[in-house]
């Protein structure tokens, strides 16, 4: 049976993701990298503020960033997929450093962004490493100040747009995709996307 | 683009079961807010709010099993508000499933709970709920579901907030609540015009109109309950009605 990894930083809910994948494999919520790292998925979790989830991955940075850029399926959600990056505005701390560049505060009046936004697919033609197969999600349910700002774009899979600041919805890299997002929590499409790209990783191993 | 306006469902749960106008003549979930929310996600709510008023510690552990039954199956956002005190209520409330959590009389009398609680689990997910009631020249805050006058106004108070940590405020009407005349437009226009957080309107919610005009007066999203609940109109038709009258709303999928 697959096994997939929920990383705990100490915060939030992790209910609804784990229950939205429970239909690709056991997943199992993890406080420990290490045992985290040899499940067939790791998936960082989107709540709580960078700082907090920063100091508990810090340690093990270099050793996920390893295991992701040797094609370890991994997805990131929200605040999962800026821990990718190397920094943030948000606050202090390193992230894993595995997409080179930082997290910025969204350039709007009114924040956080809460509520459901398209999701803008770039129709740039990417090799299939930079890209996914799997159906396209329209509309999807955000919640956060922050996005991630790439210094290399060609990671980028999707975009959206908060008051005229166009960011990164989607992001691939090796076998790690960043989803700005909460899929578990854009009903049912949102589930079959996040199913979808987990099925999609997992396939590439 | 941007983001789409949003319609809340809120439950008002008791000892576990959704009280209050609710009158689904034949439906066997009559009063399980699980089974409720779930309905309510199907017909294309973009939300949903448990507000706990139970008075006893039993309602409010009962509650916490509701919330986690209710995340088994709900893909959209929950925001569960009542009786939460303090940082490891919050605490208590988000890993039982829930994705926010209502602030509303702890957060007067202790406002620092609002930055304890978004240093530690994000903005995002602290709402501050305000009631509402008007008086000479603006709105005073009310407390203790609404019996309790504090000499706040309402404006000055949700600006604070905002500026203490809250990424979201629910403004209710107590004027209009339950009344289906409308939203309090001057109240909507006024909190919206003062905070740079995504605002929702609540209280007295009767037709699409009187959503439509929550929009166009400044909020982010309405807040409905009774009108749901006993079967006045449904999402469908109501989203239906905002596309028409030119709002973006999400379709139900």
Known sequence: MTTIALLDYGTGNLHSLAKAMAR?????????????????????????????????????????????????????VCLGMQLLLDSSEESAGEG?????????RISAKRLPQMGWNSVDWDSVARPSRASLR???????????????????????????????DRFPSVVRTANTVG???????????????????AEELLACR | MTLLKR???CLDVDEGRVVKG??????????????????????????????????THSGRATLLDVVSRTAQRLFIPLTVGGGVRTVSDVD???????DKVAVNSAAVSNPLLLTEASVRFGAQCIVASIDARSREGGWEVYVNGGRVPTGLDA????????????????????????????????????VSEAVNVPVIASGGAGNAKHISEAFTSGADAALLAGILHDGTTDLLTLKAELLREGHTVRRAA
């Open chain 1, 24 to 76: 690709v494999g056991e997943v199992r919520i993890a406080d420990d990298v290490s045992d985290a790292l040899c499940a067939d998925m790791l998936v960082l979790p989107g709540v709580g503020a960078f700082g907090q989830a920063a100091s508990e991955t810090a340690p093990f940075r270099g050793e996920i960033r390893s295991a992701l850029a040797e094609g370890l399926p991994c997805i990131g």
């Open chain 2, 22 to 55: 609710v009158e689904f003549v034949n439906l066997t979930s009559v009063g399980d807010p699980a089974a409720m929310a779930e309905r309510y996600e199907a017909d294309g709510a973009d939300e949903i709010v448990f507000l706990d008023v139970s008075a």
């Open chain 2, 7 to 9: 319609i809340i469902a």
């Open chain 2, 155 to 190: 404006i000055d108070w949700a600006r604070r907030c905002a500026d203490l940590g809250a990424g979201e405020i629910l403004m209710t009407s107590i004027d209009r609540d339950g009344t289906r005349y409308g939203y309090d437009l001057d109240l909507v226009a006024q």
């Open chain 2, 92 to 98: 208590l409330v988000l890993r039982a499933g829930a």
């Open chain 1, 179 to 197: 989803i700005q997002f909460h899929p578990e929590k854009s009903s049912r499409a949102g589930v079959d996307f996040l199913c979808g790209v």
């Open chain 1, 134 to 164: 799997v159906p396209r999600l329209e509309v999807a349910y955000f919640a956060n100040s922050f996005v991630a700002s790439p210094s290399d774009e060609s990671s980028v899979v999707a975009w959206a747009t908060h008051e005229g």
């Open chain 1, 96 to 104: 894993i450093g595995l997409i080179g560049g930082s997290v910025r």
